[in-house]
């Protein structure tokens, strides 16, 4: 495959809290419901149909507090746009509103479980602890017709528990399960992400309990997971995983469209732009994508044009969203020279 090769845009993630997750200065001002549907018309006469998740919902929240929720999902299903919610890690559900949803038209729910069932990080701040209340909700997800993703929050903290998550998942007639790897954010100190060495040991796990599971395994923030699933790097035949700028776009409830949720970078605002326009077009998407733009060993990799590395890691960490991933271990081999990081003696 070419440098900067376009994969269809296959999932957008809609933040319609109150906010965006990093603050602006001055503050966003969030989109209207009246906006929010002129954004679906205007993505609506393109082609192609993502999935559009509906990020950091509260159910509870108060019905002031961001985009109503009926009205968008109505506005999503109405134009043929697949469209899931996925619940603020936070944030309390009830079996109400998941039959709610699913009356609705919400086709899928995304799930926190991000610690085992007899963890011992109960009462931890910030680890939202799985209980009995979790286990009722998945199966409520299941029971109103709706499919169930599992998500997965990976630190250097809770990555013992992911074998005990692993084992009960099944039980849950869980449809995918997602593994994400925390990049440092504001509110993620450095030390909580797991480093090259032990990433490298979860991620060949996690390919071994693939290879075998009953749903699909994908990952966030690792897109390098690739090597372990595909130990031969053959960039004629696998398509690039979808990561930041390639698959998948961000909208902020302001409207700005970044990369990724973890990379607040914004390539335009939606007020003005079609998000498939920003996606296809955008200098910032364009340069994210292109492999050959790209610096350090992510930019001689034999992976680079499948893989990339994770932008959003190599901002947050170096303040150059085109830097190697510093989390990616160095155990791969250089291909042909042009590209901006290619190390002037063999690695």
């Given amino acids: 495959m070419s440098a900067g090769t376009l994969v269809p845009l296959q999932r957008v993630v809609w933040d319609v809290g109150a906010g965006p997750?990093?603050?602006?200065?001055?503050?966003?001002?969030?989109?209207?419901?009246?906006?929010?549907?002129?954004?679906?018309?205007?993505?609506?006469?393109?082609?192609?149909?993502?999935?559009?998740?509906?990020?950091?919902?509260?159910?509870?929240?108060?019905?002031?507090?961001?985009?109503?929720?009926?009205?968008?999902?109505?506005?999503?299903?109405?134009?043929?746009?697949?469209?899931?919610?996925?619940?603020?890690?936070?944030?309390?559900?009830?079996?109400?509103?998941?039959?709610?949803?699913?009356?609705?038209?919400?086709?899928?729910?995304?799930?926190?479980?991000?610690?085992?069932?007899?963890?011992?990080?109960?009462?931890?701040?910030?680890?939202?602890?799985?209980?009995?209340?979790?286990?009722?909700?998945?199966?409520?997800?299941?029971?109103?017709g709706m499919r169930l993703y599992a998500t997965t929050r990976v630190t250097a903290l809770t990555a013992p528990d992911l074998m005990g998550i692993a084992a009960l998942l099944p039980s849950l007639q869980v449809s995918r399960w997602d593994v994400s790897f925390?990049?440092?954010?504001?509110?993620?100190?450095?030390?909580?992400?797991?480093?090259?060495?032990?990433?490298?040991?979860?991620?060949?796990?996690?390919?071994?309990?693939a290879a075998s599971a009953p749903f699909p395994v994908t990952t966030e923030g690792a897109p390098h997971f690739i090597r372990h699933m595909h130990p031969q790097p053959d960039g004629r035949t696998l398509a690039p995983m979808v990561r930041?700028?390639?698959?998948?776009?961000?909208?902020?409830?302001?409207g700005e469209v970044w990369p990724g949720p973890d990379l607040p970078l914004s390539a335009g605002n939606v007020r003005q732009h079609s998000p498939q326009a920003l996606y296809r077009s955008a200098p910032l998407f364009k340069s994210l994508r292109n492999a050959a733009e790209l610096g350090g060993r992510c930019g001689w990799c034999a992976w680079s044009q499948v893989c990339g590395g994770?932008?959003?890691?190599?901002?947050?960490?170096?303040?150059?969203?085109?830097?190697?991933?510093?989390?990616?271990?160095?155990?791969?081999?250089?291909?042909?020279?042009?590209?901006?990081?290619?190390?002037?003696?063999?690695?």
């Avoid at 930041?244 to 909208?251: E, F, T």
């Fill in 182 to 209: 925390v990049v440092p954010t504001a509110t993620i100190p450095r030390s909580e992400p797991l480093r090259a060495v032990r990433l490298e040991r979860v991620l060949a796990w996690l390919a071994r309990y």
């Fill in 21 to 144: 997750r990093v603050r602006s200065t001055p503050p966003a001002v969030p989109l209207t419901l009246r906006e929010a549907r002129r954004v679906v018309r205007r993505m609506a006469r393109a082609a192609e149909r993502p999935t559009v998740v509906l990020a950091g919902v509260d159910p509870l929240a108060p019905s002031d507090r961001g985009l109503p929720l009926s009205g968008l999902v109505d506005a999503l299903t109405s134009h043929g746009f697949p469209t899931g919610v996925a619940l603020h890690p936070m944030a309390p559900c009830t079996t109400r509103s998941l039959r709610a949803w699913a009356a609705m038209g919400v086709q899928h729910i995304v799930l926190h479980v991000d610690t085992a069932l007899d963890s011992p990080l109960t009462g931890i701040p910030g680890v939202r602890h799985t209980d009995g209340a979790t286990l009722v909700y998945a199966r409520a997800v299941v029971a109103a």
């Fill in 244 to 254: 930041d700028a390639q698959g998948m776009l961000y909208i902020t409830a302001g």
């Fill in 310 to 347: 994770s932008r959003a890691r190599a901002y947050a960490l170096t303040g150059d969203a085109l830097a190697q991933d510093p989390h990616c271990a160095p155990v791969i081999v250089p291909v042909a020279p042009g590209h901006r990081g290619l190390p002037q003696k063999p690695p």
